[in-house]
């Protein structure tokens, strides 16, 4: 696998500081675990954050702050090994296995979406999205960012070529007329914190029919 696009310095920073949103830090994370150059960037952001609150001057605890943090440590399960994909999903990452999924539903000609669903994050917004080659995607802006793990196949758009292991990370100014490449359907992980917008008059036509 020939990593190309990667998560933003700023993404990457914000992951590694633990400030990301639920959903954003779980895409994130899936790129991180198969990725040795943002692996590294982690690694090197959380030492540099190290370094900082080392040479902060210490702040008394709050009373009973110990017996507190020993309380929620005992009451956490213990996770368990992460299951093996299933047969159907071989590109499922470690990152996902163990969350609920919901079924597979047809938003779109040759487009397919899965819900992810995250323990006490219910305002997350994650999803599983599966796309046929050479299926083209109304071109479309965003409300908020809206960041994309490639799983499977490949997708391309103005940005260029994003196959398996690619990291889209979407503004949400930025224009998307995203293509599925030939050859492969295209399996994706997203996070968004907002709702896109169509544009062109076929968009706003369809906008109404569109949940994503």
């Known amino acids: 696998m020939t990593i190309t ?10 992951y590694a500081a633990g400030t990301l949103d ?7 994370a899936s790129h991180v675990a198969s990725c040795p150059h943002c692996q590294h960037a982690v690694a090197a952001a959380e030492a540099a954050g190290g370094a900082l609150l080392a040479g902060l001057a210490p702040t008394p605890m709050a009373p009973a702050a110990v017996d507190k943090v020993l309380m929620r440590l ?5 996770a368990d090994a992460a299951a093996p994909a299933p047969g159907d999903m071989p590109w499922l990452p470690d990152a996902l296995r163990g969350h609920k999924l919901g079924p597979w539903r047809r938003i779109g000609l040759g487009v397919r979406q899965r819900a992810v669903f995250l323990p006490g994050e219910g305002h997350a917004r994650v999803f599983l999205l599966r796309a046929k080659p050479g299926i083209k995607l109304p071109v479309h802006t965003h409300t908020g960012v809206e960041r994309t ?8 758009h103005s940005g260029g070529r994003y ?10 100014d930025i224009e998307h007329d995203p ?28 906008q109404p029919f569109v949940r994503l």
């Open 74 to 78: 005992d009451a956490e399960p213990v």
């Open 22 to 28: 639920a959903g954003s830090r779980l895409v994130v």
């Open 179 to 206: 293509r599925v490449d030939v050859g492969e359907e295209c399996i994706c992980l997203v996070a968004m914190t907002g709702g896109i917008t169509l544009t062109g008059p076929i968009g706003r036509l369809i």
């Open 163 to 172: 196959g398996a292991g690619d990291f889209d990370d979407a503004e949400g």
């Open 5 to 14: 696009h990667h998560p933003s310095e700023a993404t990457l920073a914000e």
């Open 149 to 156: 793990q490639v799983l499977a196949g490949a997708f391309i």
